[in-house]
């Protein structure tokens, strides 16, 4: 979707704050003990607080308000009914409708200090999103963004999944144009002002290949190594872009 209208642009505004909050609220949830099913109730709770509507819920044969990938899960992690405990990596994707407007952006936590391996691991993961986000100007392509998420993962000795991509969003939870996670500089869809995309990125502590686990969605790393995501919303701008789902500041440790 492209932004042109100032109504638009303020009701996606507001759907990315309250996702925001809600997403920050859950991450205060998150303690030993805890299970990733009872943090998919509290969102459920959070959008009915909120007068929101969970945008995952919407896909077909999807039943839950998030998606809570532990671990070795890279992506799409169905909630489960297990305890979470130190040392767990927890990454909460989450998405909303308000007033029409979708939402989606996903953060990775350690549940306490992570090992030196882990921490790494969550530095990279973020920062190859978060370099991205300068790049995010009209006049670039996605494949300017996917080779600066490839380059990062490998620098720091992992890889990333091209199985699954960034996005655009708006009026629909996926929209044009797609955004790989690697790419050749000058290559892809060309950005454009106003453009609303999903930047993300999982990066792994493996080869880079999946299975599906047998619940039907969890996509597993091949050889149980671990995996963080992380994901912005921005809006592509002429000399800057604007970051819809904020976390620069938050912490990646709880």
């Not at 998919?40 to 999807?62: H, N």
């Not at 996903?106 to 306490?112: D, E």
Request: glycine share 10%.
């Amino acid at each position: 979707m492209i932004i042109n209208k100032a109504k638009d642009e303020n009701i996606l505004r507001e759907a990315s704050n309250i996702s925001l909050n809600i997403l920050k609220q859950l991450g205060k949830e998150i303690k030993e003990g805890i299970t990733p099913l009872e943090l998919d109730i509290k969102a459920g709770e959070l959008c009915k607080e909120y007068r929101v509507k969970p945008a995952f819920k919407r896909v077909k044969g999807y039943n839950f308000n998030t998606c809570i990938s532990i671990n070795d899960v890279a992506v799409h992690g169905i909630p489960k009914d297990i305890p979470l405990k130190n040392g767990d990596l927890i990454s909460i994707d989450f998405g909303i409708i308000h007033k029409g407007m979708y939402t989606d952006h996903c953060w990775t936590w350690s549940l306490g200090k992570p090992n030196k391996e882990n921490s790494k691991l969550l530095n990279a993961g973020r920062e190859a999103v978060e370099n991205c986000i300068p790049l995010a100007i009209s006049g670039n392509h996605t494949g300017d963004l996917g080779n600066e998420m490839e380059r990062v993962a490998k620098e720091n000795g992992f890889n990333i999944l091209k199985i699954f991509v960034g996005h655009g969003i708006g009026k629909t939870l996926h929209d044009i144009p797609d955004i790989p996670a690697y790419g050749k500089k000058g290559s892809g869809s060309l950005l454009v002002d106003g453009m609303v995309i999903c930047i993300e990125c999982q990066v792994v502590n493996d080869n880079g290949r999946i299975v599906i686990d047998k619940d039907g969605w969890s996509a597993k790393t091949e050889n149980g190594g671990n995996s963080v995501m992380f994901e912005y919303m921005v809006i592509v701008r002429k000399d800057k872009p604007d970051v819809l789902t904020n976390t620069l500041d938050w912490n990646t440790v709880l």
